[in-house]
């Protein structure tokens, strides 16, 4: 997370967001703190900017950085158990000093099932798509909800909706520990009117039009920029960062797992209008 005076910007994992806050920081004041974390109530009167990636294109992204074994997704489904990772990380994901006993058991009894082998063969090669769908049938089912961890598995978005949409409302709301108990959740139904009325964003900035959209919403954010900033930022077209070895996500896809992505992701699909891959 960028903090600055006029300005947040809320980086949701491969969305551009090491782009996004390299702009930031040449153009404004501020300084870096973590980088996925939850914004603080005190700074909800702040400009929130955040961003946004096409839903298909992200899993491919998110799956090949594993690949490269990279990610916390990567690392919490390929392990049996990981004992530091619940006394030390697994509440502060959840934005909680502490879990409940339940909450310990749960995940370390969903860790003892968890099917350790499928997902490391499910990540073994970047460039065949048989893992990529092996790996999303994983993600996307609800029987393994808890198996990456970040507390997605103790949501009621996760018996519906994807980690994306799970990670969007756990970073662009203001649901915090009500992102674990909210009755209206359950429904994929009625994420809509949770978003309008929880929702904390000024601005999301779609990667596929990043540039312009960035610099619409610091004008937005009424910060005036120089011909010099403009440029900087327009630069970053032919940059890229924290990339993986994967191919274009239109390879991976067929019939079956575009399917998978539009049931999942229904909410960010249709909330930014995107539109599904053509398989290969």
């Known amino acids: 997370m960028f903090i600055s005076d006029p300005l947040v910007f809320v980086e949701l994992h491969k969305t551009a967001g090491s782009h996004i806050g390299r702009c930031l920081r040449a153009i404004l004041e501020g300084r870096q703190e973590g980088k996925h974390n939850m914004v603080p109530p005190a ?57 409940t006993p339940s909450e310990y058991l749960t995940q370390i009894v969903a860790d003892a099932r968890k099917p350790v082998n499928a997902w490391r063969e499910a990540y073994r090669d970047s460039s065949d798509p048989a893992c990529f769908r092996a790996w999303l049938k994983l993600i996307m089912n609800p029987e393994h909800r808890y198996d990456i961890g970040e507390g997605y598995g103790f949501s009621p978005i996760s018996h519906h909706s994807g980690l994306l949409t799970y990670r969007f409302f756990k970073l662009f709301s203001c649901l915090r520990r009500d992102l674990y108990r909210a009755p209206g959740l359950a429904q994929a139904e009625n994420l809509q009117a949770v978003w309008a009325q929880h929702g904390i964003t000024n601005a999301i900035v779609r990667t596929e039009a990043l540039e312009d959209e960035l610099i619409q919403a610091l004008e937005l954010a009424g910060i005036a920029l120089s011909e010099r900033d403009r440029t900087f930022i327009l630069e970053g077209k032919t ?8 191919k274009p996500a239109d390879y991976y896809y067929d019939d079956e797992t575009i399917e998978l992505v539009n049931q999942h992701e229904s909410f960010i699909i249709k909330h930014f209008d995107y539109q599904p891959p053509k398989p290969a």
């Open 43 to 99: 700074l909800y009167d702040r400009f929130i900017l955040g961003s946004i990636r096409n839903p298909w294109d992200w899993y491919v992204s998110l799956w090949g950085f594993g690949c490269d074994g990279n990610g916390s997704a990567y690392h919490q489904a390929t392990r049996r158990f990981g004992w530091s990772y619940y006394w030390r990380q697994l509440n502060k994901e959840m934005g909680k000093t502490w879990l």
């Open 239 to 246: 940059q890229k960062t924290n990339t993986s070895t994967r």
